[in-house]
């Protein structure tokens, strides 16, 4: 069984800065990609960053230059950073992992996805 746990949401100014965190655990074998999405009110989910664990990333353009993904792979977690943050971005924020877990004997290519982390941007 895998988790992924979230943290760093909060109430943020317009234009304020704020840094999520998301801790993978369980039977982990090993991490193609971490991804943080959001969703804004009624509105679909959307890719906001990805890291791969050879270190690449992808931005949706909306964030370039904004949000910085980053990971940590000895602890499984992956951070966004968010800088600028606008008034439109408030939303939940999700964090996925694309991962191999299992035992040797028996392992699994799966999604996984955590309970999501609000940001909330108010004056």
């Known amino acids: 069984q895998v988790q992924l746990v979230e943290s760093g949401g909060g109430l943020v100014q317009p234009g304020g800065s704020l840094r999520l965190s998301c801790a993978a655990s369980?039977?982990?074998?090993?991490?193609?990609?971490m991804a943080w999405y959001r969703q804004l009110p009624g509105k679909q989910r959307e890719l906001v960053a990805a890291?791969?664990?050879?270190?690449?990333?992808n931005y949706a353009d909306s964030v370039k230059s904004r949000f910085t993904i980053s990971s940590d792979n000895a602890k499984n977690t992956v951070y966004l950073q968010i800088n600028s943050l606008k008034p439109g971005e408030a939303a939940a924020y999700y964090c996925?992992?694309?991962?191999?877990?299992?035992?040797?004997?028996?392992?699994?290519?799966?999604?996984?996805w955590g309970q999501g982390t609000q940001v909330t941007v108010s004056s």
């Open positions: 996925n992992a694309h991962l191999v877990s299992g035992t040797y004997q028996r392992l699994s290519l799966d999604d996984y």
């Open positions: 369980g039977s982990i074998f090993s991490i193609n990609t």
């Open positions: 890291a791969t664990s050879g270190g690449g990333t």
